[in-house]
């Protein structure tokens, strides 16, 4: 079965006055699933924040530990309490869980409903109420199917130009027709919540009346990715290593000389080095056949975390060095697997070797680490 993987985009706008949202999202991954939670704090400002941010990291991490959706929503149920003068609960919950073969569970607290997009049309997402520690719980659950969008916001934007350009707010019905002219073009999850978020400011004309968020998840195939660098400690196990890492999914990558030509010995295809696309920072890559690029290791993997910092140059410059091509195919894809061998570099001993280059193992686990910040599910294995 066709994987499927969830790509987020959340865009926040706080309150006239205040520097700190009092929305909050917490974005968790585990191998099976994307678990979204949003929550509005009771109020603005620091408070707001605070509620919030304590439902959202107590209801992520449950669900990221796979406690059953009844007791998480049960334990900020009873974690979080009402508001004596407004009867209201101290914050808002609103759970969107998608697992990678399309079924998704949504729970609404206290939130504007859930909107589903498919096939260019725009409707809540069908809920039941359930009753779960006394309070009244909206649960829904269906299965996505390929480019399905489901989109959560929080009362800022529903109530966006309220008293003011508009009377009685955005409202629900005025945020879905604006979905449904903004999915015609299939864009990006981001940059569906950016242009929500800015009707929004638009509508409150500059001066946000509550906390805003946005946020979108779009399904689509899983993109997959293997990157092969380093090669095994045990030379005994190169074939078998490599025979497994040309069976991986999707494209594929070779980081290091050494590695490179391992591959080329046990697969028999020669290795070409490509002189005419190396610069001062970034040695030259090299061609394979079935393999989508070979670059060279560890001096190309640290100017890859500096590209990858800085997205929006990396695709306005007209570089074509190893660097700048795999920061590219990582953010192209979704499911990365890194394969890493532990044998030692001896050119890494170097005391001459330049301070900036860490040892591998560090360099994977930043690299691991900022590409998760990005929504990317990582894999590092080590060999």
Same mark, same amino acid.
């Given at each position: 079965?066709?994987? /499927?993987?969830?790509?987020?985009?959340?865009?926040?706008?706080?309150?006239?006055?205040?520097?700190?949202?009092?929305?909050?999202?917490?974005?968790?991954?585990?191998?099976?699933?994307?678990?979204?939670?949003?929550?509005?704090?009771?109020?603005?400002?620091?408070?707001?924040?605070?509620?919030?941010?304590?439902?959202?990291?107590?209801?992520?991490?449950?669900?990221?530990?796979?406690?059953?959706?009844?007791? %998480?929503?049960?334990?900020?149920?009873?974690?979080?309490? %009402?508001?004596?003068?407004?009867?209201?609960? =101290?914050?808002?919950?609103?759970? #969107?869980?998608? &697992?990678?073969?399309?079924?998704?569970?949504?729970?609404?607290?206290?939130?504007?409903?859930? !909107?589903?997009?498919?096939?260019?049309?725009?409707?809540?997402?069908?809920?039941?109420?359930?009753?779960?520690?006394?309070?009244?719980?909206?649960?829904?659950? +269906?299965?996505? /199917?390929? @480019?399905?969008?489901?989109?959560? %916001?929080?009362?800022?934007?529903?109530?966006?130009?309220?008293?003011?350009?508009? &009377?009685?707010?955005?409202?629900?019905?005025?945020?879905?027709?604006?979905?449904?002219?903004?999915?015609?073009?299939?864009?990006?999850?981001?940059? #569906?919540?950016?242009?929500? #978020?800015?009707?929004?400011?638009? =509508?409150? /004309?500059?001066?946000?009346?509550?906390?805003?968020?946005?946020?979108?998840?779009?399904?689509? &195939?899983?993109?997959?990715?293997?990157? !092969?660098?380093?090669?095994?400690?045990?030379?005994?196990?190169?074939?078998?290593?490599?025979?497994?890492?040309?069976?991986?999914?999707?494209?594929?990558?070779?980081?290091?000389?050494?590695?490179?030509?391992?591959?080329?010995?046990?697969?028999?295809?020669?290795?070409?080095?490509?002189?005419?696309?190396?610069?001062?920072?970034?040695?030259?890559?090299?061609?394979?056949?079935? #393999?989508?690029?070979?670059?060279?290791?560890?001096?190309?993997?640290?100017?890859?975390?500096?590209?990858?910092?800085?997205?929006?140059?990396? =695709?306005?410059?007209?570089?074509?060095?190893?660097?700048?091509?795999?920061?590219?195919?990582?953010?192209?894809?979704?499911?990365?697997?890194?394969?890493?061998?532990?044998?030692? @570099?001896?050119?890494?001993?170097?005391?001459? =070797?330049? !301070? &900036?280059?860490?040892?591998?193992?560090?360099? /994977?686990? @930043? +690299?691991?680490?900022?590409?998760?910040?990005?929504?990317?599910?990582?894999? +590092?294995?080590?060999?």
């Amino acid at each position: 079965m066709q994987r /499927l993987h969830a790509e987020v985009g959340v865009t926040q706008l706080s309150k006239d006055g205040e520097e700190l949202c009092g929305d909050n999202v917490v974005i968790a991954r585990t191998p099976q699933a994307t678990i979204i939670v949003l929550s509005d704090g009771l109020g603005s400002g620091v408070k707001a924040n605070i509620l919030a941010t304590l439902t959202t990291k107590i209801a992520s991490s449950m669900l990221k530990r796979g406690i059953p959706l009844e007791d %998480v929503v049960n334990t900020i149920a009873e974690t979080l309490p %009402v508001c004596r003068q407004r009867k209201i609960a =101290y914050s808002t919950l609103q759970i #969107i869980k998608v &697992k990678d073969n399309g079924l998704a569970t949504i729970v609404e607290f206290d939130c504007p409903p859930t !909107f589903l997009i498919r096939d260019g049309q725009v409707s809540k997402v069908p809920t039941q109420v359930n009753v779960i520690g006394g309070k009244k719980i909206k649960v829904g659950r +269906l299965t996505l /199917l390929e @480019n399905d969008i489901i989109t959560a %916001v929080s009362d800022g934007v529903i109530h966006a130009g309220i008293g003011g350009l508009l &009377k009685l707010g955005w409202g629900w019905n005025g945020v879905a027709d604006e979905l449904k002219a903004l999915c015609k073009t299939g864009r990006k999850a981001s940059d #569906i919540t950016n242009q929500l #978020i800015k009707c929004s400011e638009g =509508y409150y /004309l500059g001066h946000p009346g509550d906390d805003s968020t946005a946020v979108a998840v779009r399904v689509h &195939k899983a993109r997959f990715l293997t990157l !092969f660098t380093g090669p095994p400690a045990d030379s005994g196990s190169d074939e078998e290593i490599i025979r497994r890492f040309l069976n991986q999914p999707g494209r594929k990558v070779v980081a290091g000389g050494t590695t490179a030509n391992i591959v080329s010995k046990v697969t028999g295809k020669p290795l070409t080095v490509d002189l005419a696309l190396c610069d001062q920072q970034v040695p030259p890559i090299s061609y394979m056949d079935d #393999i989508d690029l070979v670059t060279e290791g560890i001096l190309t993997l640290n100017v890859v975390l500096e590209r990858l910092n800085d997205v929006k140059k990396l =695709y306005e410059t007209d570089k074509c060095d190893g660097a700048t091509l795999l920061a590219r195919l990582l953010l192209e894809a979704d499911m990365i697997d890194i394969m890493a061998g532990k044998a030692v @570099n001896p050119a890494h001993q170097n005391p001459n =070797y330049p !301070f &900036k280059i860490n040892i591998k193992s560090q360099v /994977l686990a @930043n +690299l691991k680490a900022l590409l998760e910040a990005k929504g990317k599910q990582v894999k +590092l294995e080590w060999f």
